[in-house]
């Protein structure tokens, strides 16, 4: 529910920071101008570069969304991420357009001004809104009717939410309607209450054998201009569950997937195209022949190593990867443990900084994988695990990833004892529900480091 406070609050935010940034970068080029020149055409040049970068920082962690802005919290987080992220893509925007001659006074300048203006004003406008919620009616007053236990938690809920404000319970009744069918004198007089009071918002949680009192509690409020949220109280509330809408009928799902969103899944597809598309050009171009002329110097068969994996919706694909093992008749079955001796030098090497898995960008790029998402199993370990570890198939909703939630958390390579696969079906399940690019993106960064400090489990 969004009110009109927050609606402008997001806009103002927005422009604030927008007009602060290029006060810091303006700052920031008067002072490196007392210490060496700077071309003006470059000066142009990284104003658009850097504002463009921003738009892009702000708008992969969705600073001045609803979510973001409706708890402080969320919006320091999301303004620290975004001004990191900004940060280093402008760092290497000055590299790969070889500019390194670029003055780095500006750069300390920038980032320190930059800092600061942000922190002084996520203060700033925290105090203001503390004056104007004391002083001033921005929030809407809202009111619970009922204490059954939906009703608590919801208002537990409302109380914590800076958006509104909460009054209270109007009543402790359970139910509304009598025997007779008639509304009971209590429920009429408390929804009088509330429109003598000034809440226009009150929200009923109803379990399902209470759904009958709705008409009646409707019909109450319009006679005194009071709005009526119905919540019902499934007692499902701890899940992640999604309502729907398809004509009159209201669909329930019990399991909260962003990417059934069209628009997020176009976002991950738009990603992996272009991702994959860069590292094939400028990485597997060069070192493609480079590791299959190796590959085929050290055991004789072919350079890639292709297998039948399970994909999205269990549908099998063949999953490519450099071979860095002995041609051998285990391949389906058996996974790679420490020490195998299949695994050839080049094998061994390629396993531990994760090169082999290169090839699987040829996957993403086809649609079968995505580049972050579970990593795809042998159909025989599919077969044999989703018989003993719960909600395993509910991983095979999404595309397999060449990187995931579950091996940056520790949880890749062998797995021995069963537990170890249901914590990577429990890290999948986590990573399909809480969805984002800028989760993605997370993801992509532990990879990398991962990678250069080297894992325990890359063998």
């Known amino acids: 529910m969004q009110t009109r406070y927050l609606y402008l609050f997001r806009f103002i935010l927005a422009l604030s920071d927008l007009l602060l940034f290029n006060i810091c970068l303006t700052g920031a080029l008067y002072l490196t101008h007392k210490h060496s020149y700077i071309d003006p055409y470059l000066q142009r040049q990284y104003t658009i570069t850097a504002n463009l970068i921003w738009f892009l920082c702000a708008g992969l962690f969705r600073l001045y969304s609803e979510e973001i802005v409706c708890k402080l919290v969320s919006i320091y987080r999301a303004t620290y991420k975004s001004v990191l992220l900004h940060g280093f893509l402008f760092l290497a925007y000055i590299f790969f357009t070889n500019q390194n001659d670029f003055p780095r006074f500006f750069i300390a300048a920038f980032y320190g001004l930059m800092i600061f203006g942000f922190l002084l004003s996520r203060f700033t406008g925290t105090a203001l809104e503390d004056v104007l919620k004391r002083n001033f009616n921005i929030r809407k007053s809202v009111a619970v009717l009922g204490m059954n236990n939906g009703g608590i938690k919801l208002a537990a809920y409302l109380e914590k939410q800076t958006r509104f404000n909460f009054l209270g319970f109007l009543g402790d009744e359970s139910s509304y309607v009598d025997e007779s069918g008639n509304l009971i004198q209590a429920a009429s007089m408390q929804l009088q209450t509330a429109a003598h009071s000034g809440i226009k918002d009150v929200f009923v949680s109803l379990t399902p054998d209470r759904m009958g009192d709705v008409q009646y509690l409707l019909n109450e409020a319009d006679k005194h201009c009071v709005r009526l949220k119905f919540v019902p109280d499934l007692n499902i509330s701890s899940a992640p569950f999604d309502i729907e809408y398809m004509d009159q009928f209201s669909i329930i799902s019990l399991r909260k997937e962003p990417l059934k969103d069209i628009n997020n899944r176009f976002k991950k597809r738009l990603f992996d195209i272009v991702f994959s598309s860069l590292v094939i050009v400028f990485i597997l171009s060069w070192l493609y022949p480079i590791l299959a002329l190796i590959i085929k110097m050290q055991s004789p068969g072919p350079v890639l190593f292709k297998q039948l994996r399970s994909g999205r919706d ?84 999404l595309k397999p990833g060449i990187t995931g939630w579950a091996q940056v958390n520790g949880f ?36 990398i480091i991962n990678v250069i400090k080297g894992e325990d489990n890359a063998y």
């Not at 093992?325 to 079955?333: F, H, V």
């Not at 695994?343 to 960008?361: A, C, H, N, W, Y």
């Open 412 to 447: 890749r390579g062998e797995t021995k004892e069963t537990y170890l696969m249901e914590k990577r079906v429990e890290h999948d399940i986590w990573y399909m529900e809480h969805w984002s690019i800028a989760l993605d993106i997370k993801i992509l960064f532990m990879t």
């Open 314 to 397: 269990n549908e099998p694909f063949w999953c490519y990867k450099f071979r860095s093992m002995q041609t051998n008749n285990a391949d389906e079955k058996k996974q790679a443990s420490r020490n195998d001796n299949r695994v050839t030098k080049i094998g061994s090497f390629m396993r531990r900084t994760s090169l082999d898995e290169l090839p699987q960008f040829f996957n993403v790029l086809l649609g079968n994988m995505s580049v972050m998402g579970p990593r795809p199993h042998m159909l025989s370990h599919t077969e044999q695990y989703r018989t003993i570890v719960d909600k395993y198939m509910v991983r095979q909703f």
